[in-house]
Nanobody
Framework: QVQLVESGGGLVQAGGSLRLSCAASGTIFSINTMGWYRQAPGKQRELVATITSSGGTNYADSVKGRFTISRDNTRNTVYLQMNNLKPEDTAVYYC?????????????????WGQGTQVTVSS
């Protein structure tokens, strides 16, 4: 059983910073790509940033230069450092991970989601 737990959300003034964390736990063989997605009220869920197991990153155009994704493979944790936050960044932020698990004698790959953490940016 795999669990993803996000933390670090909260209320911040425009121009401020927050750091989100997501820790994966369970019977994990390996973790491939990890990422952050967000969903604002009335909007579709959108990709924010991803990071591969080797450290390659991709960012949405709207957050380039402001957000930084990183990971600590020894802790099975991915981070999202958010600087110069804007009101339009307000959303629930979700952690996602491609994880290979071991069940009995076989490996299985699947996508897992965390419960989400609320980020609210006020002007």
């Amino acid at each position: 059983q795999v669990q993803l737990v996000e933390s670090g959300g909260g209320l911040v003034q425009a121009g401020g910073s927050l750091r989100l964390s997501c820790a994966a736990s369970g019977t994990i063989f390996s973790i491939n790509t990890m990422g952050w997605y967000r969903q604002a009220p009335g909007k579709q869920r959108e990709l924010v940033a991803t990071i591969t197991s080797s450290g390659g990153t991709n960012y949405a155009d709207s957050v380039k230069g402001r957000f930084t994704i990183s990971r600590d493979n020894t802790r099975n944790t991915v981070y999202l450092q958010m600087n110069n936050l804007k009101p339009e960044d307000t959303a629930v932020y979700y952690c996602n991970a491609e994880i290979t698990i071991l069940i009995i004698t076989r490996t299985f790959e699947g996508n897992y989601w965390g419960q989400g953490t609320q980020v609210t940016v006020s002007s």
